[in-house]
């Protein structure tokens, strides 16, 4: 799919991307081609691909042991805080 010079124009203004208009050109290429690629894995045959959960079947990815190795300083940061309150952090309100 070839996008059009305006069609660039467009995305680059959602973008909030100032684009010269030698760099026109070279996004309407490059965005021009991940279409082509995406719309060449969408006709890919996957009809008798079954889903996983894992690249490599019967293994399992080893997790680290669930150890607390840090101490609560919860008490000790609150007493820096300008406000506190039920051990929770007081804030100015800024909506109405």
């Known amino acids: 799919m070839a996008l059009t010079r305006e ?3 467009s995305i680059a203004a959602l973008a909030r991307l100032e684009l010269t208009a030698a760099e026109l050109p070279v996004y309407q290429d490059s ?3 991940i279409l082509e ?4 894995l969408e006709r890919a ?4 691909v ?5 690249p490599l079947p019967g293994l399992s990815q080893r997790l680290r042991t669930d150890l ?3 101490q ?3 008490a000790e940061y ?3 805080a300008p406000q506190v309150a039920a051990g929770l952090y007081l804030v100015p309100k800024v909506i109405e």
């Open 72 to 74: 609560d300083h919860h």
């Open 50 to 54: 079954t889903p996983m959960a894992h």
């Open 68 to 70: 607390v190795t840090e």
């Open 7 to 9: 069609q660039i124009e």
């Open 37 to 40: 690629f995406v719309g060449a």
């Open 31 to 33: 965005l021009s081609r």
């Open 78 to 80: 609150q007493q820096n």
């Open 45 to 48: 045959d996957t009809a008798s």
